[in-house]
């Protein structure tokens, strides 16, 4: 039996077509909760079998020494995605958003720099727990996949 490794946030960073510009690098950032190091990239399981990922990796950087900041989804990528510990942005639970915090509001992400930057920001899947408003929307990402909608080729 197949078993499907879910990937719950893919961002792809893509560099300006503009023929004036000097040439930036492409950046793709795979984001996944709960996957552990499963993938043949981080040495694998050997009953999961990552085909895709292992030539990606191949043409890329993995990075083999990474670490969370907290066991929690929502508190590592606030802090992952704003350059800030958990013990300075103060989530350490699913709740609350960063937007919520008055003092995190202005807060730059990694999505909106790269956005700011001339990039196209693309993400499909759950990225903040509680989604996007337009305003957010507007300063992140160039575009919103739908969530649900990846199918997973045979």
């Excluded at 040439?23 to 050997?46: E, Q, S, T």
């Excluded at 960063?98 to 700011?116: G, M, V």
Aim: with cysteine; hydrophobic share 40%; glycine share 8%.
């Amino acid at each position: 039996m197949k078993r499907f490794l879910p990937i719950c946030l893919l961002l792809l960073l893509t560099g300006s077509l503009a023929a004036k510009e000097p040439a930036r690098p492409n950046v793709l950032l795979i984001a996944v909760d709960d996957l552990n190091d499963w993938v043949g990239p981080l040495a694998g399981h050997p009953a999961v079998k990552t085909p895709h990922l292992d030539r990606l990796a191949a043409r890329g950087t993995t990075f083999l020494n990474a670490h969370c900041q907290s066991p929690l989804c929502n508190p590592s990528r606030t802090s992952f995605l704003l350059s800030m510990r958990p013990s300075t942005t103060g989530i350490y639970a699913l709740e609350p958003s960063h937007y919520a915090l008055p003092e995190l509001k202005k807060r730059i992400s990694l999505f909106e720099h790269f956005n700011s930057s001339g990039y196209g920001v693309y993400s499909v899947g759950k990225l903040w727990h509680y989604g996007y408003s337009p305003q957010q929307r507007q300063r992140e990402l160039t575009e919103l996949g739908a969530a649900g909608k990846l199918v997973r080729p045979e």
